[in-house]
């Protein structure tokens, strides 16, 4: 399965956000430069020639470090057998839940966890209105407002700005909001090969007790289902290989909705002189 960060989408984003681009033979190669040292990203490829990629690299990017983020175990192994070692801090979620679209609508409510479910209900009573918006400016601030108020307060505008931009027609920003119009809780979703990925989410504390999260992922899954595409990808999970404490909570929240869980190998390195 192709993977979003290997869309030419994305690539365009990562040069915009001040990464230097290559691509060999349909693989983006991601290039950041400290001094006279290089670090280089293969995240994801779908298939490639590993030996030949390497030597690519080898022979384009001396002085540098190369990180190669697998797509399966097998590539894995490959990767292993011609010099990369294990890397213990993989730069994607390294687990994720996948909700297959082409069940139908009443399947998917039924795997999902009860208490989801009766969310869903009580967010429906409330009478929140569900939407969508290509505003991403408002998106913008209110993600980064809502991450202030949480406690978080590393800035996000200008990437989430520019991945949306970079996506174009494929981006989309669902919300939902009280009857005053007041936004609670906003998601913004990008597709690539057939995928749609819950990128970034935001609510706020009177949107969570309202249970505002829980309605507009359903809308996201929904939509993405109408638009036609065959995977919802939540984008990142908790993974006891790599432990984010951090992530627990709202693991919880995405496993509620169902689907399967996907692993991925990690991450492998190797320094090139």
């Not at 939902?176 to 990008?190: Q, S």
């Not at 935001?202 to 969570?208: F, Q």
């Not at 509620?256 to 002189?273: E, Q």
Request: with cysteine.
């Amino acid at each position: 399965m192709k993977d979003l960060r290997q869309a030419r989408s994305y690539a365009d984003y990562i040069g915009k956000i001040g990464w230097d681009v290559d691509e060999y033979k349909g693989v983006f190669l991601y290039i950041n430069k400290l001094l006279f040292w290089k670090f280089v990203k293969v995240q994801r490829p779908f298939s490639i020639d590993f030996i030949s990629l390497s030597h690519y690299i080898e022979n384009k990017y001396r002085f540098s470090r190369v990180y190669i983020e697998p797509s399966t175990n097998l590539q894995y192994r490959k990767l292993l057998d011609i010099g990369f070692r294990y890397y213990n801090s993989p730069f994607l979620p390294s687990k994720t839940i996948q909700i297959d679209l082409a069940r139908k609508e009443e399947q998917l409510l039924k795997e999902m966890h009860k208490k989801t479910r009766y969310n869903i209900k009580i967010a429906l009573r409330n009478k929140l209105n569900v939407s969508t918006t290509h505003d991403i400016e408002k998106f913008a601030d209110f993600w980064q407002k809502c991450a202030s108020d949480w406690g978080m307060f590393f800035r996000q505008k200008d990437k989430i700005k520019a991945i949306y931009n970079s996506f174009g027609s494929n981006s989309l920003v669902h919300t939902v909001t009280d009857k005053k119009g007041n936004w609670l809780a906003a998601i913004l979703r990008i597709s690539a090969f057939n995928i749609s990925y819950y990128l970034y989410a935001a609510s706020s504390k009177e949107g969570n007790k309202l249970f505002a999260p829980t309605l507009a992922t359903w809308a996201a899954i929904k939509s993405a289902k109408d638009e036609g595409k065959k995977i919802f990808d939540f984008e990142g999970i908790y993974d006891e290989r790599f432990p984010l404490n951090s992530w627990k909570g709202f693991s919880r929240f995405k496993m509620g909705f169902g689907g399967r869980i996907v692993t991925y190998p990690g991450c492998l390195s190797k320094v090139i002189f």
